[in-house]
């Protein structure tokens, strides 16, 4: 009896033990779990680091849409959307009323805006001991990183995803 093909063990070798993405990824994690330790050492609990710049940028500016904030930040509205969520769970930010009944703003809570200074305070620090970081490695990070987005400006990185899989017989 003929065993069925979608049943057989791929024989294809996984694409996946090779990623260029992973160490840097790993790097972030790291780093950003050594800067989330400095919270629990100053019982700032349930802060991520990720949250931060969004807390000192509300603290800076005082109560923004999330249209307004995400623009401020980078972001999507979809993404900073989530975000907001995930740190009004948290007991970071709240929203309230806009200017119209139309509109709400997102605001720090009480919660936060007793750590926001300890939070600008960490912020510098991290900062400056990623200058110190780039000052003893050959090829700082922040030129690599503009090093690839003036490569990305020549040429996307689509239109080369789009090329390789071009010559991929799998991609058909």
């Known amino acids: ?24 990824r790993l790097l972030q994690a ?16 349930g802060l ?37 969520a995930a740190m009004r769970a948290a007991g970071w930010v709240r929203t309230v009323a806009g200017e119209d009944a139309r509109t709400k703003k997102v605001a720090l809570t009480e919660r936060a805006g007793a750590v926001v200074g300890r939070l600008a305070a960490e912020w510098r620090a991290t900062e400056a001991a ?12 922040t ?7 003036r490569a990305l400006e020549r040429r996307s990185f689509h239109d080369r995803i789009a090329e390789k899989l071009a010559a991929d017989p799998a991609w058909d």
């Open 130 to 141: 990623l200058a110190e970081l780039e000052a003893e490695i050959p090829y700082p990070l």
């Open 1 to 24: 009896m003929a065993q069925d093909p979608a049943l057989r063990p791929n024989t294809t070798p996984d694409p996946t033990h090779r990623s260029r993405w992973r160490p840097l």
């Open 143 to 149: 030129q690599v990183v503009t090093d690839i987005e």
């Open 48 to 84: 991520k680091p990720n949250y931060v710049r969004e807390l000192l940028r509300l603290h800076a500016l005082g109560p923004m849409t999330i249209t307004e904030l995400a623009e401020s930040v980078g972001y999507t509205h979809s993404a900073l959307s989530q975000k907001v």
């Open 30 to 45: 790291s780093m950003d779990a050594d800067i989330a330790r400095i919270y629990a050492e100053r019982q700032i609990d």
